[in-house]
């Protein structure tokens, strides 16, 4: 599975974003996919994850901000980013997890950096 990240920017504190993460290969083995974002120097950490089932799972702090979501087939799924802060401002990483036949594989796409300005 091979993902490309976009959307990010600049935008102003209290502003919007709307990221986009495409999918390409094996998408019927797509199980999970998510959002994560990584700081240099800090550790990486998820922020928004969605099963082909529909169960989300978000980062505590972003819940009623942020809000996942894919399109049926698991080529694209999204993330809105709502009411930002400057402290958003990072890189943020689409991800997917397939099941394959040797077991579970985790696919990082490159990141789309957002940059909030306060």
């Known amino acids: 599975v091979q993902l490309q990240a976009s959307g990010g920017g600049l935008v102003q504190n209290g502003g919007s974003l709307r990221l986009s993460c495409a999918a390409s290969?094996?998408?019927?083995?797509?199980?999970?996919m998510g959002w994560y974002r990584q700081t240099p120097g800090k550790q990486r950490e998820l922020v928004a994850t969605?099963?082909?089932?529909?169960?989300?799972n978000y980062k505590e702090s972003l819940k009623g901000r942020f809000t996942i979501s894919r399109d049926n087939d698991n080529s694209k799924w999204y993330l809105q980013m709502n009411s930002l802060k400057p402290e958003d401002t990072t890189v943020y990483y689409c991800t997917s997890r397939t099941r394959e036949a040797s077991g579970y594989t985790f696919y990082w796409g490159p990141g789309t950096q957002v940059t909030v300005s306060s």
């Open positions: 969605l099963t082909t089932g529909g169960i989300t």
């Open positions: 290969g094996k998408l019927f083995s797509i199980t999970e």
